[in-house]
């Protein structure tokens, strides 16, 4: 909203996992350009734009045209982004918002990454600012590799977080329930009886992953961690003996069903076996 009243930008697009999640995003947006108490301040920023016929050139689900001149647009990474512009200009405000979900795979992930390195970013005019936000949802999630550092796009970034909502938790256990015992609030709207509130109503795993952003250690499902992978990590493998391709099908590739694992490994010359790539993920028989 600052953006839109104080006039600094004029096309700004709102991008998501999926076209979905942005269109929701969109239209929380025309609610907030709907409230009686911005319009009365900036009338023109709050009202539709409107052609010379008197229709609206825009003002739906994944589009607004302010008679301002500022417009929004909804993008899903799961469609296509190369060339997006309105009329004569490219968008000079590129907001991250969900881009992350706790199901994605490593593979999905790089996906997602290739899309906004080669499609999305490139769109923008050559003033844009982009402005990433989203709760950490895993270790290797596209804003953990964002605020760790281990991005190779988005170099100038300047990162702010990860916030907790409560710093130095501290935790008990009473008759199987884990109670909030000490700690200091992020902010006032969440304080320690509200915190207490969330881990009752969704558990203890899920609260230091949403508010406390604990992304480290067992991915639910999983039979490898980071701290079991990374202290055997190597730059380069040394000359090897041998390389197979192993793949393991699985028998569907809905959302709910099993990856098919795929996976190269090669026999050193040092007789230890080295994972080269891993590209399991839902794939199709053809793909």
Same mark, same amino acid.
């Given at each position: 909203?600052?953006?839109?009243?104080? @006039? %600094? @930008?004029?096309?700004?697009?709102?991008?998501?996992? %999926?076209?979905?999640?942005?269109?929701?995003?969109?239209?929380?947006?025309?609610?907030?350009?709907?409230?009686?108490?911005?319009?009365?301040?900036?009338?023109?920023?709050?009202?539709?734009?409107?052609?010379?016929?008197?229709?609206?050139?825009?003002?739906?689900?994944?589009?607004?045209?302010?008679?301002?001149?500022? %417009?929004?647009?909804?993008?899903?990474?799961?469609?296509?982004?190369?060339?997006?512009?309105?009329?004569?200009?490219?968008?000079?405000?590129?907001?991250?918002?969900?881009?992350?979900?706790?199901?994605? %795979?490593?593979?999905?992930?790089?996906?997602?990454?290739?899309?906004?390195?080669?499609?999305?970013?490139?769109?923008?005019?050559?003033?844009?600012?982009?402005?990433?936000?989203?709760?950490?949802?895993?270790?290797?999630?596209?804003?953990?590799?964002?605020?760790? &550092?281990?991005?190779?796009?988005?170099?100038? @970034?300047?990162?702010?977080?990860?916030?907790?909502?409560?710093?130095?938790?501290?935790?008990?256990?009473?008759?199987?329930?884990?109670? !909030?015992?000490?700690?200091?609030?992020?902010?006032?709207?969440?304080?320690?009886?509200?915190?207490?509130?969330?881990?009752?109503? !969704?558990?203890?795993?899920?609260?230091?992953?949403?508010?406390?952003?604990?992304? *480290?250690? *067992?991915?639910? &499902?999983?039979?490898? +961690?980071?701290?079991?992978?990374?202290?055997?990590?190597?730059? *380069?493998?040394?000359?090897?003996?041998?390389?197979?391709?192993?793949? +393991?099908?699985?028998?569907?590739?809905?959302? &709910?069903?099993?990856?098919?694992?795929?996976?190269?490994?090669?026999?050193?010359? +040092? +007789?230890?076996?080295?994972?080269?790539?891993?590209?399991? &993920?839902?794939?199709?028989?053809?793909?």
């Amino acid at each position: 909203m600052a953006v839109a009243t104080r @006039r %600094t @930008r004029k096309y700004a697009i709102y991008v998501s996992g %999926t076209q979905d999640q942005a269109d929701d995003h969109v239209f929380n947006v025309s609610a907030l350009l709907e409230t009686p108490e911005l319009e009365r301040t900036y009338p023109d920023v709050c009202r539709r734009s409107l052609n010379k016929y008197g229709h609206s050139r825009g003002w739906r689900r994944n589009r607004l045209r302010t008679a301002s001149g500022f %417009t929004v647009d909804a993008l899903g990474l799961n469609t296509g982004a190369r060339g997006i512009k309105l009329e004569m200009d490219r968008p000079d405000f590129i907001i991250l918002d969900d881009v992350d979900d706790e199901i994605d %795979t490593v593979n999905l992930v790089h996906k997602k990454e290739k899309v906004i390195q080669r499609k999305l970013l490139p769109a923008g005019s050559t003033d844009a600012s982009i402005l990433a936000v989203q709760n950490l949802i895993w270790s290797e999630s596209i804003f953990s590799r964002l605020v760790e &550092g281990r991005s190779k796009y988005l170099l100038n @970034r300047r990162v702010s977080g990860p916030h907790p909502a409560i710093t130095n938790l501290q935790l008990e256990q009473e008759n199987g329930r884990p109670l !909030i015992k000490g700690g200091e609030p992020t902010w006032e709207g969440l304080n320690l009886a509200r915190c207490q509130s969330i881990v009752d109503d !969704i558990g203890i795993d899920a609260f230091l992953k949403e508010h406390q952003h604990e992304t *480290k250690g *067992k991915r639910e &499902g999983a039979l490898w +961690d980071q701290d079991m992978i990374g202290p055997h990590r190597v730059l *380069k493998a040394p000359e090897l003996k041998r390389v197979v391709v192993g793949v +393991d099908p699985a028998g569907s590739s809905q959302p &709910g069903s099993s990856e098919t694992g795929i996976v190269a490994v090669g026999l050193g010359v +040092d +007789d230890h076996a080295y994972v080269l790539r891993d590209l399991s &993920g839902k794939w199709k028989p053809a793909e």
